[in-house]
């Protein structure tokens, strides 16, 4: 709500209904590392909408749900080389492995599936710090160093270059990041290598893993128009607007390789991200009053709020509710904010 007060955080319980506790004007979430959690935190927020239908979701509950689990995201992916064959996108062969299981009957199934070592292991929860811890498979006797459910997926040499696409609305950036150097192809005795993603490809990251151990030519930079066609591909099947996707050049082929989806990212090195995000924001309220220009409920000025200078048009819009997932965009979002007024919670 706007009031004469400076901007207040208000802090909610997330085990009880949020109705009695609103109403908000925004809500700025961070996804748990739970599933189960996330799940009850979705029934308050969907409680919440239910109660209060002038209130705006950026991204449908249901789309951000799936790409927690990998096991979702990586049955879309899959699906990407045949709906954008034209342009050489793909996925690496992947495989679910839901439980424990005899470790021959699983080599059996690799093989059926054209996958090949080394592999990458990968949590099934897509979202949380457990979600970073990941291994790579170097043989059929390392297999028990699998810990169900996860993924595990080919591992395609790509000269340690990691391109990260970063999606808000219809607009999109492309931003390199360090990665896994290059592994021989096929089986051997070496050990499972067990590593964080977050210290191999943050912006700062410095490790071992990322050190190529042999010179290394440069490597096409992924096509505009193919990274342009994949997200608009993404956008229509996953439903949203504020997602990541991992992609790697095979040095072998050049083909633009898809190797992950995220929910909501980090938007690290994303020029003009803040602003990019007010006009989706602006751009869903239009919409939305366009197609229901009787909606009532807690209106106040977006401009007003959104605009370091305030707008000499204003608009009035319903109750916004703002669906994020990343703690940082609240101390963004504070920072850039910190003279306006403002009523807000996270949880």
Same mark, same amino acid.
């Given at each position: 709500?706007?009031?004469?007060?400076?901007?207040?955080?208000?802090?909610?319980?997330?085990?009880?209904?949020?109705?009695?506790?609103?109403?908000?004007?925004?809500?700025?979430?961070?996804?748990?590392?739970?599933?189960?959690?996330?799940? *009850?935190?979705?029934?308050?927020?969907?409680?919440?909408?239910?109660?209060?239908?002038?209130?705006?979701?950026?991204?449908?509950?249901?789309? @951000?749900?799936?790409?927690?689990?990998?096991?979702?995201? !990586?049955?879309?992916?899959?699906?990407?080389?045949?709906?954008?064959? #034209?342009?050489? /996108?793909?996925?690496?062969? !992947?495989?679910? /492995?839901?439980?424990?299981?005899?470790?021959? &009957?699983?080599?059996?199934?690799?093989?059926?599936?054209?996958?090949?070592?080394?592999?990458?292991?990968?949590?099934?929860?897509?979202?949380?710090?457990?979600?970073?811890?990941?291994?790579?498979?170097?043989?059929?006797?390392?297999?028990? #160093?699998?810990?169900?459910?996860?993924?595990?997926?080919?591992?395609?040499?790509?000269?340690?270059?990691?391109?990260?696409?970063?999606? %808000?609305?219809?607009?999109? !950036?492309? %931003?390199?990041?360090?990665? *896994?150097?290059?592994?021989?192809?096929?089986?051997?005795?070496?050990?499972?290598?067990?590593?964080? &993603?977050?210290? %191999?490809?943050?912006?700062? &990251?410095?490790?071992?893993?990322?050190?190529?151990?042999?010179?290394?030519?440069? =490597?096409?930079?992924?096509?505009?128009?193919?990274?342009?066609? $994949?997200?608009? +591909? $993404?956008?229509?099947?996953?439903? @949203?607007?504020?997602?990541?996707? #991992?992609? /790697?050049?095979?040095?072998?082929?050049?083909?633009?390789? %898809?190797?992950?989806?995220?929910?909501?990212?980090?938007?690290?090195?994303?020029?003009?991200?803040?602003?990019?995000?007010?006009?989706?924001?602006?751009?869903?309220?239009?919409?939305?009053?366009?197609?229901?220009?009787?909606?009532?409920?807690?209106? !106040?000025? *977006?401009?007003?709020?959104?605009?370091?200078?305030?707008?000499?048009?204003?608009?009035?819009?319903?109750?916004?509710? =703002? =669906?994020?997932?990343? /703690?940082?965009?609240? +101390?963004?979002?504070?920072?850039?904010?910190?003279?306006?007024?403002?009523?807000?919670?996270?949880?």
């Amino acid at each position: 709500m706007i009031s004469d007060n400076a901007l207040v955080e208000v802090s909610i319980d997330l085990t009880q209904p949020l109705v009695p506790q609103g109403p908000f004007d925004i809500i700025v979430h961070k996804l748990s590392d739970v599933i189960v959690e996330f799940s *009850l935190c979705v029934f308050h927020v969907q409680s919440y909408v239910s109660a209060h239908p002038s209130t705006i979701l950026l991204d449908p509950l249901p789309a @951000m749900t799936q790409l927690l689990d990998r096991f979702a995201s !990586y049955r879309i992916m899959s699906k990407l080389h045949n709906s954008l064959r #034209d342009w050489r /996108i793909c996925s690496p062969p !992947y495989l679910e /492995i839901h439980s424990a299981t005899d470790l021959t &009957s699983i080599q059996q199934t690799l093989a059926a599936q054209n996958l090949s070592f080394p592999l990458i292991c990968k949590t099934r929860v897509a979202h949380g710090s457990l979600s970073h811890e990941m291994s790579l498979i170097f043989s059929v006797g390392s297999l028990a #160093d699998i810990h169900p459910p996860c993924v595990l997926q080919s591992f395609v040499n790509h000269g340690a270059v990691l391109h990260k696409v970063f999606v %808000v609305g219809d607009r999109h !950036y492309c %931003v390199e990041r360090p990665s *896994l150097k290059n592994f021989p192809s096929g089986p051997c005795d070496r050990e499972t290598i067990f590593f964080n &993603s977050h210290q %191999v490809s943050k912006p700062e &990251s410095s490790s071992d893993l990322t050190a190529l151990d042999e010179e290394m030519p440069c =490597l096409p930079p992924p096509s505009f128009e193919a990274v342009a066609a $994949l997200v608009r +591909e $993404l956008r229509a099947q996953l439903g @949203m607007a504020l997602f990541g996707v #991992d992609i /790697i050049i095979n040095i072998h082929t050049h083909t633009l390789t %898809v190797i992950d989806i995220n929910i909501f990212p980090g938007y690290e090195g994303v020029p003009q991200f803040f602003s990019s995000l007010l006009s989706h924001i602006k751009s869903v309220l239009d919409k939305h009053t366009s197609a229901e220009p009787q909606a009532t409920g807690s209106a !106040y000025c *977006l401009n007003c709020l959104l605009c370091p200078v305030c707008h000499p048009h204003h608009r009035h819009f319903p109750q916004l509710c =703002l =669906l994020v997932c990343r /703690i940082n965009f609240v +101390e963004t979002f504070l920072h850039f904010y910190r003279k306006r007024k403002l009523q807000y919670i996270h949880f």
